[in-house]
């Protein structure tokens, strides 16, 4: 069973910035997709960033420009930068890593129920 462990979420004002972290307890370097998704109470969980296993990037429209997602193989940790937060940001973020399943199913379009692992999220709340 691998498991995912996020951190690095916290409050901040409308315009600070937030970097997430994802530690994961087997190798990152064997995932074929990794991604960040958010979900506010009552609402449909939403994509945020995916890295594939050859560093390609997709961003969700909303976050683009303001968001990096990134790895680290050597830590086994996925990170998530985001700047210049705004109060639509406010959501519990998940990490998500994939080690083959749905393989048919590229990266930057993979639901969560594609996904073979999730972490339990941290929460980010941005003030206005």
């Known amino acids: 069973q691998v498991t995912l462990v996020e951190s690095g979420g916290g409050s901040v004002q409308a315009g600070g910035s937030l970097r997430l972290s994802c530690a994961v307890s087997a190798a990152i370097a064997t995932s074929d997709c990794m991604a960040w998704f958010r979900q506010v109470p009552g609402k449909r969980l939403i994509r945020v960033a995916s890295i594939d296993n050859s560093g390609t990037t997709e961003y969700a429209t909303s976050v683009q420009g303001r968001t990096t997602v990134s790895k680290d193989n050597t830590k086994n940790t996925l990170y998530l930068q985001m700047t210049n937060l705004k109060p639509e940001d406010t959501a519990l973020y998940y990490c998500?890593?994939?080690?083959?399943?749905?393989?048919?199913?590229?990266?930057?379009?993979?639901?969560?129920?594609?996904?073979?692992?999730r972490g339990r999220g941290t929460q980010v709340t941005v003030a206005s």
């Open positions: 998500a890593a994939n080690y083959g399943r749905d393989p048919y199913i590229p990266c930057a379009r993979k639901a969560t129920a594609h996904f073979d692992y």
